[in-house]
């Protein structure tokens, strides 16, 4: 069965430390990759995707991911972080193959001191 | 454009009642899925409609059911509630099954 890894549940950064959250992903077929944030007491919401072309994808609010297919990896990156980051962000896999159902991964809890 | 809205927001139920959530998708989409949320377990997938057919289906007990109406409205039902129901409950739609999912603000169950 296709899973999700997120390596780290709790990460605590200062105001301007670089991030990267890992993310990696246990299927060989062709993917659909997603991150989405969860801010305290907000929706959901996505932050980027790839679903082909370049594997370096830029999303809102200055983050970028790149997908790195021969480590099923899609780490999510922000060279600068502010406090107004903390969140909690969620990595997700889909494939044509398990009829696109998302799978999603644990979690990481980003918290950043001002 | 409106977003997906969920009702009620919050629900207050005791062991063994039944509860049913509604969730309206963004206009046009056709896809909507359902996810249980809680501290510990993270997202959990319920099920997924698409054009009126549950297209997958995760690993929760026959007492969680869901539908979705010729206007993808979509509703989930959970029967003879436990303790361990207790969660927040979101609804998620896309255009398609393989595009990004918008999601709700979700009904936070309480089961006493």
């Known amino acids: 069965a296709q899973s999700v890894s997120q390596h780290n549940h709790h990460v605590i950064l200062s105001e301007a430390a670089s991030l990267e959250l890992g993310c990696n992903y246990s299927y060989g077929g062709t993917v659909n990759l997603f991150w989405y944030v969860q801010y305290p007491g907000q929706h959901l919401q996505l932050l980027l995707k790839?679903?082909?072309?370049d594997p370096l994808v830029k999303g809102i609010k200055g983050f970028e991911a790149e997908f790195i297919k021969s480590k099923f990896s899609f780490n999510l990156r922000k060279p600068s972080v502010q406090w107004s980051d903390t969140a909690e962000y969620f990595c997700a896999v889909n494939a044509m193959d398990s009829n696109y159902q998302l799978i999603w991964g644990a979690g990481t809890k980003l918290i950043i001191k001002p | 454009k409106a977003g997906v809205t969920q009702t009620p927001r919050y629900l207050i139920k005791t062991r063994g009642q039944q509860v049913t959530l509604s969730c309206s998708p963004i206009s046009g989409h056709r896809s909507v899925s359902w996810y249980q949320q809680t501290p510990g377990q993270g997202l959990q997938f319920l099920f997924e409609?698409?054009?009126?057919?549950?297209?997958n289906k995760g690993n929760f007990p026959g007492r969680f059911s869901g539908r979705q109406f010729s206007n993808s409205r979509s509703e989930m039902n959970v029967s003879t509630l436990e303790l361990g129901d207790s969660a927040l409950y979101l609804c998620a739609s896309s255009w398609g099954q393989a595009d990004e999912q918008f999601f709700g603000p979700g009904t936070r169950l309480t089961v006493l």
């Open positions: 409609y698409f054009s009126e057919t549950q297209r």
């Open positions: 790839y679903f082909s072309g």
